[in-house]
């Protein structure tokens, strides 16, 4: 017994000393990496196929605003094969802080290191619905082209994430590889069936869907009992599944969340009670008259879809308040309700009036801002809130280590007219850089450096040449410090 | 010594019956520049042609006396007939839009179609031509541009396997599912093997027994036989066994993907078709497919670089990557198939290296058609498939003089 003891307070004492001295994610990541390295040390000279090799991607001396509330000044943020591994200061970066002295051709890993210095780095956008993004549709995976312009206006826009159809899909662009790499079809879809549709806009909808609730319910209660009643009995039989809709009762046990459409008041009503009744969680898409009734909302704990900017008087026969209101957002997610914020138009349009549509998410929530919504709220109306929604929040709509490294990099507060979004990464991938792009890179194009050079202490009396070559440098200097 | 011998072996039956040579016996063709594309250009060029076949070719053999000879003087110029391999002409079905491998286009062929000879005059001496529809219509046929009955036509059918690819889950199940119903049909046959080497064995042993009373009434299962393809899983068997090749149609870059992804691990032989439409994004992949190394099928047209007003060669472009370039006429037009050479041409001004436009139309082609080894070059042991000009082929506007079918001049005249 006493010898039990000791072996556990030795193994205490290890596990201790390595998270001290190398904090977590990073000490997990280095035994990955030497793991690899002695393998590769056995298969000797072996070259490894490009798509086996391990990816690691690094933003370096950013400003991360990790969408969870924390902000990191000058921080790195460190991901490998499209997992964030670490946020923070000090981080080792393969191939730049070890593993220096392998040469390119025999690492079995490759690294892709931005710099970006003065500029901000958000999680990824996601926008809970949109159109044209991807494809026609039906299977993503079978229809997307990674090459149409308007995936690439979508991630100029910070998008990379976005439901389209039933499916939460991330705008993966295809790049070019030396080799190239075959293009990862099964990686573009996050979630099929990431909504249930559900309708309580007619009395007869309203009614079988009640119904169905009513029979899901009821088979889950019989359920659960008879899961507690088979190990006294274990000839038992399982309840009857018959008329049981399997939609219902996946809502029903939480695995997805069911969205209904409905702007008025009466019909928010309707959601919010049939929710409470039933306990579940609803996604009110166009929830226009949301403000009159949120409290209620908020007791269910409804998600709301919203346009910051919609404007409809209410009807004029009734007395009570009505119709849209700039203050809707910010008086929902006051009552507890989480808002996620979309345009007007969902697709993309190059016509007609510009900034109302998907390609200006950033700007679409000022607008609820202006009615009163915090601007952390704002943000997480088109990242994290969306993303919850869609039942993948675990994964995407904010910077912690172990979710996907989607992010974009921009040069200045997102929530700023002015600002753009610089790079997008998507998966530990670089697929967007207003740089290489047609479309915005002659609009205040980025400095190709970012700080002026180091300024040359020279106290000497001969004048420089205006661009020593770099091999006569050092002679120069030499020589200076011999003068003195 | 080698050219000797040969010249000797070509001379000896000419020797004999003095006067009148059989219309397909020997000849001798004395061009002044052959563009031979298998092995460049050869001046003052002497081309032996016995039984409709090319023996030699070489730079200003000697001639056997008694061969006859046909001088086309010093300007002339000599290609291999041309061969569009992707063409609907004198056809007339619809297709469906289902995987249909099992159709051959050689049944819808009509030998009394009047423009072939329009097409024959122009150079043109080789068709693949594949069946009409979506999907996987079926399978190709290679024709001569001459022949009256469809028997004299077909050069070979099944010369390729027509398949569309579109960005759709149907159409990549569409690849996906042959390749199935050829695993099925493999484990089938297995299974029937089994089931009939076990009722040999019983019959064997069966038959030992019975030995001594009298001749064996059970004369066992009988030899093999293999159960039934059914048409798709036969041509997926055929593919991956390379008894026949595909020619894949895609539009855009990411078809292409789409297309990588629906082939998986399965090694077959295929081509691309890739019409170039007028603001098409195909570049993207150019680097991918000139690596794969793969013939890609394309139209002699300039095209735009999308949202721009910047023009691409995009023929060009695919050629340097590495692809190896197959042209067709501008349309399937009987007009642009005459002009074929004139549009060509066009892209050549456009930087498309004349020697490998050239190929485009003739080796290319024909190993499309899996006709390689016997047509599309001026070398020993061709088809004896030649085009004579009196200037440059890629001058605008040029016209054949003379076109040669197997050794018969066929248009034109020669003297």
Redesign the interface.
Same mark, same amino acid.
Request: glycine content about 4%.
């Given at each position: 017994m006493k010898l039990l003891h000791t072996k556990r307070a030795a193994f205490a004492a290890v596990l201790v000393a390595t998270f001290g001295v190398s904090l977590g994610a990073r000490a997990l990541a280095f035994d990955d990496e030497e793991k690899k390295g002695d393998e590769s040390e056995e298969a000797e000279d072996k070259s490894v196929p490009e798509e086996e090799k391990t990816a690691w991607f690094a933003v370096t001396h950013a400003d991360i605003y990790t969408g969870t509330g924390e902000i990191l000044r000058d921080a790195t943020l460190l991901a490998k094969d499209g997992k964030i591994v670490e946020i923070g200061y000090d981080v080792d970066i393969p191939g730049r802080d070890y593993y220096t002295d392998v040469p390119e051709e025999k690492r079995d890993f490759r690294v892709d290191v931005l710099d970006a210095q003065g500029m901000r780095v958000y999680p990824g956008l996601v926008a809970i619905s949109s159109s044209g993004l991807l494809g026609t549709g039906g299977d993503f995976r079978d229809s997307i082209d990674p090459f149409s312009s308007n995936m690439v206006l979508g991630l100029a826009a910070g998008i990379t994430t976005t439901g389209q159809g039933r499916s939460a899909v991330k705008l993966k662009r295809y790049v070019p590889h030396e080799p190239p790499l075959p293009y990862d079809f099964d990686g573009i879809v996050v979630r099929d069936d990431a909504f249930a549709s559900m309708s309580l806009s007619s009395g007869a909808a309203k009614r079988s869907l009640i119904e169905k609730f009513q029979r899901a319910s009821q088979y889950l209660r019989e359920y659960r009992q008879w899961e507690i009643d088979v190990k006294k009995d274990k000839e038992l039989k399982e309840p009857d599944k018959k008329g049981v809709d399997g939609t219902v009762l996946e809502v029903l046990e939480g695995r997805v969340y069911p969205m209904f459409r409905a702007a008025e008041r009466a019909d928010l009503l309707n959601v919010a009670r049939l929710a409470q009744e039933f306990g579940f969680r609803p996604v009110i898409d166009d929830c226009r008259e949301g403000w009159t009734v949120a409290d209620e909302l908020g007791r269910a704990g409804a998600f709301a879809i919203l346009s910051a900017r919609d404007r409809r008087d209410k009807d004029e026969s009734l007395v009570r308040e009505g119709g849209s209101s700039i203050e809707n957002a910010a008086i929902l997610s006051a009552a507890g309700v989480q808002v996620a914020i979309v345009p007007e138009s969902k697709g993309v349009a190059l016509d007609g009036i510009v900034g109302r549509d998907i390609m200006h998410l950033p700007i679409e929530v000022d607008f609820a801002v202006r009615g009163g919504l915090s601007e952390a709220l704002a943000v997480d109306s088109i990242t994290r809130i969306p993303a919850r929604m869609m039942g993948i929040g675990h994964r995407v709509g904010s910077l912690e280590v172990g979710k996907d490294c989607d992010l974009i990099v921009t040069d200045g507060d997102l929530l700023h007219y002015q600002t753009f979004v610089q790079y997008t990464v998507i998966d530990g991938e670089l697929v967007y850089d207003k740089q290489q792009e047609l479309y915005f890179a002659h609009i205040r194009p980025r400095p190709e450096v970012e700080l002026a050079p180091a300024a040359k202490l020279d106290a000497g009396e001969d004048a420089p040449a205006e661009e020593p070559k770099d091999d006569a440098k050092d002679e120069d200097r030499e020589e200076g410090e011999g003068g003195e | 010594m080698m050219i000797l011998n040969t010249l000797l072996l070509v001379a000896a039956p000419a020797l004999s019956p003095a006067s009148t040579p059989p219309p397909q016996g020997v000849m001798a063709l004395k061009v002044g520049r052959a563009e031979t594309v298998s092995d460049g250009s050869v001046l003052h060029a002497v081309i032996l042609i016995e039984d409709g076949k090319i023996t030699m070719v070489g730079e200003d053999l000697p001639i056997e006396r008694g061969i006859p000879v046909i001088d086309l003087g010093p300007d002339s110029v000599v290609i291999p007939g041309l061969v569009n391999a992707y063409s609907r002409q004198g056809m007339d079905s619809r297709g469906g839009s289902g995987s249909e491998p099992g159709n051959r286009a050689s049944s819808e062929l009509y030998p009394a179609y009047e423009d072939y000879s329009e097409l024959l005059d122009a150079g043109i001496t080789t068709l693949g031509l594949y069946p009409a529809g979506n999907g996987i219509p079926g399978r190709a046929v290679a024709v001569r541009t001459k022949g009256d009955t469809r028997e004299e036509m077909i050069l070979k059918d099944d010369a390729y396997l027509k398949v569309i690819l579109q /960005?759709?889950?149907s159409? !990549? !199940?569409m690849i996906r599912d042959g390749f199935e119903k050829a695993d099925k049909w493999i484990e089938k046959e297995q299974k029937e093997r089994e089931k009939w080497e076990k009722d040999k064995e019983k019959a064997d042993k069966k038959k030992k027994d019975d030995d001594k009373d009298k001749d064996a009434k059970d004369a066992g299962p009988g030899p093999y036989v293999a159960p039934d393809k059914d048409p798709e899983a036969e041509a997926f068997l055929a593919l991956r066994a390379k008894e026949l090749r595909a020619l894949i149609s895609i539009d855009? /870059?990411?078809e292409y993907?789409?297309l990588?992804?629906a082939i998986g691990k399965e090694e077959f032989d295929w081509d691309l078709r890739i019409p170039i439409q007028r603001e098409s +994004?195909v570049f993207?992949v150019a680097?991918?497919v000139g !690596?794969r190394g793969c013939r890609v099928v394309m139209d002699p047209v300039l095209s735009l670089h999308? +949202?721009t007003m910047r023009q691409r060669n995009l023929p060009n472009e695919f050629a340097k990557a590495g692809a190896k370039l197959v042209l067709t006429p501008r349309s399937d037009s009987t007009s642009d198939n005459v002009d074929w050479l004139t549009d060509v041409g066009g892209l050549v001004t456009a930087g498309l290296p004349p020697k490998v436009a050239l190929r485009a139309m003739t080796l290319e082609p024909a190993e499309v058609l899996g006709l390689g080894d016997r047509l599309g070059s001026i070398s020993a042991g061709k088809d004896a498939n030649l085009v004579f000009f009196d200037r440059d082929p890629f001058e605008p506007g040029v016209r054949p003089v003379a076109v040669m079918l197997e050794g018969q001049i066929v248009s034109g005249e020669v003297n």
């Open positions: - | /960005a759709s889950g159409s !990549k !199940k855009t /870059a990411a993907l789409h990588v992804d +994004n993207y680097e991918m !690596k999308p +949202n």
